[in-house]
């Protein structure tokens, strides 16, 4: 019995999504899709934040390796959003759940009329009972993919904090590939603590910032306390946890210590 319904932002990685050949995991993506209708349809309003565009391309369109030219990593763009939604669209539609597909550039979110329409069409989904699941454009905005000066998202870890700002969500669930905020590196330090609560981004918890992940991926936890910094500032918690584990949603939507906690100062508190 959910106690509290809740707005829940739900980003996944890349590496949760495919395969190391970049082919989608239809299993991680059937066991996420579940959970994700099952909070849904208990009461919650999901919104799903989803990478993976481009590798699924890359494999797609029989390419070796991710490709270097823009123009050809906005094609693998274009080609693996069609296969995602095809799939997403497919997998939800067996639990009873309507997807809708958003695509955003920097400047939806940047324009504050674009974006109030934004907002607008995201109230009307949920409202309606329809989970939104959004991505980058990237075969039409370069942010992501291609480093320049007009960056306002940039990667998936920053597109889902302004879009649970924008949603005026209550918690931000970051599925990625690690189980959240160590205050050392796991891989190197045996003794590495996994910290469950944060309550305020301070430089020491800056500087456990690693580098960037797998090949498959663009962001690292340098990303995540950046969409951690955005969260907390819009009254939103964020929550870091592995994307193995999709059923941890239960409990994190719960309140229960699953991966890193960032804790916001409510709206309204002084």
């Known amino acids: 019995m959910i106690e509290h319904k809740q707005r829940i932002v739900v980003k996944v990685g890349t590496s949760t999504l495919t395969h190391s050949s970049g ?3 239809l299993r991680s993506m059937e066991r996420l899709v579940r959970v994700l209708a099952d909070l849904s349809g208990s009461g919650h309003e999901v919104i799903l934040v989803t990478s993976g565009a481009i590798a699924v391309g890359t494999a797609r369109m029989g390419l070796d390796e991710r490709p ?8 693998a763009a274009a080609v693996g959003q069609c296969r995602m939604m095809h799939i997403y669209d497919k997998l939800f539609s067996e639990y009873n ?12 979110v940047e324009d504050p009329v674009k974006a109030e329409h934004l907002k607008n069409t995201f ?21 992501e993919i291609e480093t320049g000066h007009h960056k306002v998202l940039g990667d998936n870890d920053t597109l889902s904090a302004i879009v649970a700002e924008l ?23 045996s003794s590495a603590r ?11 918890i800056l500087d456990m910032a690693g580098g960037a992940g797998t090949w498959r991926g663009t962001g690292g936890m340098a ?41 916001a100062r409510k709206r309204g508190a002084q």
Do not use: W
């Open 23 to 25: 082919s989608l995991d």
């Open 194 to 204: 996994l910290l469950h609560r944060v309550e305020e981004l301070t430089p020491e």
């Open 123 to 143: 109230e009307s989904l949920l409202e309606l009972g329809i989970l939104p699941v959004v991505n980058e454009n990237d075969s039409v905005s370069s942010a």
């Open 167 to 189: 949603c005026g969500a209550e918690l931000l669930v970051l599925l990625s590939d690690i189980d959240g905020l160590y205050d050392a590196d796991p891989k190197r330090v």
């Open 223 to 263: 990303t995540k306390l950046s969409a951690a910094r955005i969260a907390m500032g819009a009254g939103c918690d964020m929550v870091i946890t592995n994307g193995v584990r999709p059923e941890d949603l239960y409990g994190i939507a719960e309140g229960r210590d699953i991966g890193t906690r960032f804790l």
């Open 97 to 108: 759940c309507t997807v809708a597909q958003i695509l955003l550039t920097g400047e939806d």
């Open 68 to 75: 270097r030219a823009l123009r050809m990593k906005q094609a």
